[in-house]
């Protein structure tokens, strides 16, 4: 079974400040992907970014950037220029490359920004 | 931008009773689920649906819980008889594409229902 874990409950980060998220997951499958969703107080789920295991080079969207080590299992998500929006939850996924696609998430990690 | 609706967005009930929460997914997908999350913890996988019948299902997925899709258009999730640790939110989700490589692009989460037991 795949477990993901991260290990930071809580960070801050002043705003403009650079943040990076760990995630660490375990896995013996070769194929996967694997996500950052954040989960501000409304509660909705929101995809981050997503990177295919397939791929050498890490995914980047705008301001966020993931560190992508398939060697060492780790996955984690630099977040730059922190703006006081992104106070949230972060939960980083992983789902495998076959047909059943449930994610499997991390406990998370709660971000605040600080003004 | 396409919208997964799930309703009520808080529903309160008594221990023992059964609750239907409702879910409205995309209109062209054809994949879906539910997941929980309980209050500060991580969310959980519990059932996914595809072609009227579920196709992957969780330990959490007991008897207790049921899922259908009536009418073609709604998606919803059934507990029998709650329990208070049945607490918790609720999140419907769909895909369009069955692979991850395909569906997870398109994988949407509703706002969720936030079930609390008493």
């Known amino acids: 079974a795949q477990t993901v874990t991260q290990s930071q409950p809580e960070m801050s980060v002043q705003e403009a400040e650079t943040v990076t998220l760990s995630c660490t997951y375990d896995?013996?499958?070769?194929?996967?992907?694997l996500f950052w969703y954040k989960q501000p107080p409304s509660r909705q789920m929101i995809l981050v970014i997503r990177q295919e295991a397939y791929k050498q080079q890490n995914a980047t969207e705008n301001r966020f950037s993931v560190n992508f080590q398939k060697a060492a299992k780790s996955f984690s998500l630099k977040i730059s220029d922190s703006q006081l929006g992104d106070t949230a939850m972060y939960f980083c996924a992983f789902m495998m490359d076959n047909y059943g696609q449930n994610f499997v998430f991390g406990p998370g990690t709660r971000l605040s920004v600080l003004p | 931008e396409p919208e997964v609706t799930q309703t009520p967005s808080h529903q309160v009930t008594q221990m023992g009773q059964e609750v239907i929460l409702r879910c409205v997914p995309i209109s062209n997908h054809l994949y879906f689920y539910w997941y929980r999350q309980i209050l500060g913890q991580k969310v959980e996988f519990l059932v996914s649906f595809y072609n009227n019948e579920i196709s992957e299902k969780s330990e959490i997925f007991d008897d207790q819980f049921s899922v259908e899709r009536p009418d073609g258009s709604n998606f919803s999730l059934k507990i029998r008889s709650t329990k208070l640790e049945d607490s918790a939110m609720y999140f419907c989700?769909?895909?369009?594409?069955?692979?991850?490589?395909?569906?997870?692009?398109?994988?949407?989460f509703g706002s969720g229902t936030r079930l609390t037991v008493v």
């Open positions: 989700a769909s895909s369009e594409a069955s692979f991850a490589g395909q569906g997870s692009k398109g994988y949407t």
């Open positions: 896995t013996s499958e070769s194929n996967y992907y």
